[in-house]
């Protein structure tokens, strides 16, 4: 008698969102849907319009990189853990119902930026009580937020470059009160960001007091809370990428050479001029050190699954700076975070399935957990 084949894991992969990172969604789950074993799982597409209706049908991607999605019916996933799997919502005259679609193993978000890297997605993950790829509430929100994560790094004594962090109201109140807090930070260049963004949306490099006051207006329009930093002097952008959960490992290093003045949005999207360098070249103490302080920041925001941290290094002096955490990184095959792995012995197709087994694994420890008080008696 041949052993029972497994069933096959049934995995729902999430894209597009509600985020500016939409389109870029759609390009990293091409790449996860073609490399996805379709002997080992069932796929599931569940596209997200910038709207935030949630849709699937046949070949979803296919209709959202098409944009013609009549084809397509709304879906939905129950928060309450009692009614699990991904349901259909059939109009019918004035009532509206639930048909049950499938039960899902993993959900896989493949969504960047807000309402899908930023711990809300997560959140409804959690309250339905399923397995989901990538990082929790709070590792994804953390490493949002711009802000907070500084703050946090601080606390675990890794570098980050000096910043403050000022509200709208206050930019709209007093402008010349910011720009003058804002020149304690440090000498000019100094980098205005939202707080939580990605992209490179809403940064600007400022030169003088005129860029800075445009650069606050600017960035203010993204967020509530903006974030001024001393600018570090032509910096060498090194990116890592981490994956695991209580014990993650970090890949090789690599290097953005931006082909603009800083890795601005056209640099990243529009130019197509910037060069990743995998491996960076670094002596071997340097390497060493961006590693641990990768896997320190990781864990500091309790993140899980993965993320790719990347960091500012100033050529002049060696100083190393902790610039960011991404915990759904651009995820096409070209992408720093995949490539980088690929660099480690780890390919593509092989990363894809680990990250679904973390998800699966991280599943049974919340399932481990206590959830009533139990009395001894
Ligand atoms: N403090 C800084 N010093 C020098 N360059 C910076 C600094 N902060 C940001 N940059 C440049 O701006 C880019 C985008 O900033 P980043 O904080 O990574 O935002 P995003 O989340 O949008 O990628 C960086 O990749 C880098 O080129
Ligand atoms: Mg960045």
New binding site residues.
Partial sequence: MTPAQPQPLTVAVLFGGRSGEHEVSLMSARSVLAVLDRARFTVIEVGITHQGAWLGGENVLAAFESDRLDGLFPVTLHPDPSKPGLYAIRAGGATETLEKLADVDVYFPVLHGTYGEDGTLQGLFEMADVAYVGANVVGSSVGMD?GIFKDVMRAHNLPT?E?ILVLRSEIQRDLENVVQRAETVGAY???V??AN???????T?CRGRSDLAEGLMEASQYDRRV?I???????R?IEISVLGNDDPAASVPGE?V?GAD????D??YILDNSKLIIPAALDAAQAAKIKEIAIRAFKAVDCCGMARV?F?LDPKTGEI?L??I?TIPGFTKISMYPKLWEASGLPYASLVNRLIELALERKAERDATVRQYRRNA
């Fill in positions: 711009k470059v910043s260049p100094l980098f960001k939202p963004l990605g992209s490179s949306v809403g940064v490099k974030l930093e001393r600018g570090v002097h032509h910096p952008e953005i931006p800083f890795y601005s949005y640099a990243k990347d500012l700076f610039n960011e991404n």
